[in-house]
Every structure is written in C-alpha cells, then in structure tokens.
C-alpha cells in the first residue's frame, strides 16, 4: 500500500511559501518512505530529494539525509519494568558523529516521565508529561546540561482540533500552535514571540497539509 502527502509552508516574515512531499510504501512491517520538498519558493521551482528512510514501526529507523550526505540509525526497544511499560531509543547520526539514548517509562495511561542523554553536548533532559482526560496534555521539562527549563500545555477540542502553548527559558520564546484537523486534511498556523527583544513582533507561520492514499 502507498500513501503520500503534500505540506505547503507559508513564511510572513519572508513573505515565501515553501513545500515538501513524502511517498511511503508501508507493508504492514517495513515502511519506505521518499521525502522531498522546494528549497526555494512554491513559485519558483528547486525541488529536490531530501532523504529516503527505511522503517520498521518500534524496531528501527534508517534514513539517509541526501543534501547532507548523512546517515541516520534509530533503534528502539521496548520491555516491561516493575510491569510498567518501558521503551529505550538509541539513535546516531554519522556526519555530525551525534549518539544519543532515551527513555520513556509509562507510569500509568496518565503519566509518563521521558528522558535523553546527548553524548557530544552533555545534555541530560528529562520531561513529564501528564494527560488529563486525554484531551489536556501538561509537559514541562528540564535540561541539566543548559540548566534551563521548558513547558507545554495543550488542549485537543472539537475532536483531533489541537491548540498549544509553549515556553523556553533559555531561549524566552513563547509559542502558540493551532492546529485544525479535518478528514485528510490539516492546517497549521504557528506564532512564536522573543520575550528577550524590544519591541519585537511575532514570526508566524502557516502551514496546509493533505494525506491521501494511492
């Protein structure tokens, strides 16, 4: 079976929209999937092959970055610890010789606690996520390594309707995302505001998707 997707990205800083397109081949067990977007503008051409990956859903992941010339491996594996659900990543990229490991343990169907060591950098992060109801998500987290501190928080309404907001403390940008689902059909639109600057406006982006099957 073969499915694709369309995403067209509008900048309204640049004034310049953008667009990308994936084909995958999913057999139920390995998935292929092609990825290529317009490095430029929608209008002007530049499209060009961005990477080719190789999946197999909660095993392993290759995908080989064609303008960087990098390849990348993910490898996951998931047991059960003191009966809770636990699933451990493992993931290197060649080029920039980047390794890192993850965790993700489920205390219940509520609450999870994730973490990512980062080899090169140092880093150490770990996040918590809480679910209420399943329709509000509460995520902050914590980097040792940069000592600074991240929260999410997002609601879903009308459905799969997502609306979140965000905050960097490293960074003091605050972000909001609205996303509106309909069928095979998804709209974005993204503002993120510096809280370090003065007198600064919003960067807002907007961004269309459509899912169909072949």
């Given at each position: ?48 092959l961005q990477s080719i990956a190789l999946e197999k859903p ?58 990512k060591y980062d080899f090169g950098a140092g880093d150490s ?33 009308n459905g799969d309707d997502v609306v979140k907001a965000s ?48």
């Amino acid at each position: 079976m073969a499915s694709a997707s369309i995403t067209t990205r509008y900048d309204a800083a640049e004034n310049k929209t953008y667009a990308a397109g994936t084909l995958a081949f999913d057999n139920s067990d390995l998935n292929l999937t092609a990825a290529v977007a317009d490095t430029s503008t929608l209008l002007s051409g530049g499209v060009s092959l961005q990477s080719i990956a190789l999946e197999k859903p909660n095993s392993f992941s290759i995908n080989y970055n064609v303008p960087e010339r990098d390849v990348r491996f993910q490898f996951i594996k998931s047991c059960n610890v003191l009966k809770k659900p636990v699933q451990l990543r493992y993931l290197h990229a060649r080029a920039p010789n980047y390794t890192s490991i993850g965790s993700k343990f489920e205390l219940d169907s509520a609450n999870t606690v994730s973490s990512k060591y980062d080899f090169g950098a140092g880093d150490s992060k770990i996040k918590y996520s809480y679910s209420h109801k399943g329709l509000t998500m509460v995520e902050p987290g914590y980097n040792f390594g940069t000592k600074a501190w991240k929260l999410a928080v997002s609601h879903k309404f009308n459905g799969d309707d997502v609306v979140k907001a965000s905050y960097k403390s490293d960074q003091k940008v605050l972000g909001v995302d609205i996303v509106k689902n309909s069928g095979d059909q998804s709209f974005k639109v993204s503002a993120s505001l510096n809280l370090a600057e003065k007198l600064t406006f919003p960067t807002v982006h907007a961004q269309s998707t459509w899912n169909f099957n072949i």
